[in-house]
């Protein structure tokens, strides 16, 4: 099974500000990496796939990089609305297809 | 617009049985692979099921193999999840998703509690 393992845990940043959360794993997933945003109470959203393609009607402010074991997401300019959890996935090794435990990221 | 809407959860003893179904309308369900996703309470997410279009192909989570079973019903726009056998563990939110590479669209969930 592979592990993914995001960092950190827990995020405070600014609106306005920028913010960069990691992902790590395991073993080489070459860029089958999907990310995901969760609010309270709400469905996971889906924002990139293969690594870097923003998935439909994603602001562009969103951003995905990396391959084999490391993986980022960029958030460029904080909006209220982006206070939220955040996981990636892999979908490369599978199954069992494996998520991050999340990365929270709280307005400071 | 692409919509998946569950229902069936609620509350059940250990050791019980509950069915699952999510219905899907926006899009050509026959044609897409599906999949469950868990939630627990304050945890984070947790694949346990997997179907192919056809239905033939179906993977599922050690946590959860032998005791869930996944199938669709691609006339109806359906899918199922089985649950027997269930424990305390399997408190959680159960998400159905659409799978393009990735589960692209997700519903909105259905709580199902296991207790006594």
């Not at chain 2, 999510?22 to 304050?42: D, E, H, K, L």
């Not at chain 2, 945890?43 to 050690?62: C, Q, R």
């Amino acid at each position: 099974e592979i592990v993914m393992t995001q960092s950190p845990a827990t995020l405070s940043v600014s609106p306005g500000e920028g913010a960069t959360l990691s992902c790590r794993a395991s073993q080489s997933v070459t860029t089958n990496v999907a990310w995901f945003q969760q609010k309270p109470g709400q469905a996971p959203r889906l924002l990139i796939y293969g690594a870097s393609t923003r998935a439909t009607g994603i602001p562009a402010r969103f951003s995905g990089s990396g391959s084999g074991t490391e993986f980022t997401l960029i958030i460029s300019s904080l909006q209220s609305e982006d206070f939220a959890v955040y996981y990636c996935q892999q979908y490369n090794n599978w199954p069992p297809i494996t998520f991050g435990q999340g990365t929270r990221l709280d307005i400071k | 617009e692409v919509q998946l809407v569950e229902s069936g959860g609620g509350l059940v003893q250990p050791g019980g049985s509950l069915r699952l179904s999510c219905a899907a309308s926006g899009f050509t369900f026959s044609i897409y692979s599906m999949n469950w996703v868990r939630q627990a309470p304050g945890k984070g997410l947790e694949w346990i099921s997997y179907i192919g279009s056809s239905g033939t192909m179906l993977y599922y989570a050690d946590s959860v193999k032998g005791r869930f079973t996944i199938s669709r019903d691609n006339a109806h726009n359906s899918l199922f999840l089985q649950m027997n056998s269930l424990r305390a563990e399997d408190t959680a939110v159960y998400f159905c998703a659409r799978v393009l590479g990735a589960p692209d669209y997700w519903g909105q969930g259905t709580l199902v509690t296991v207790s006594s």
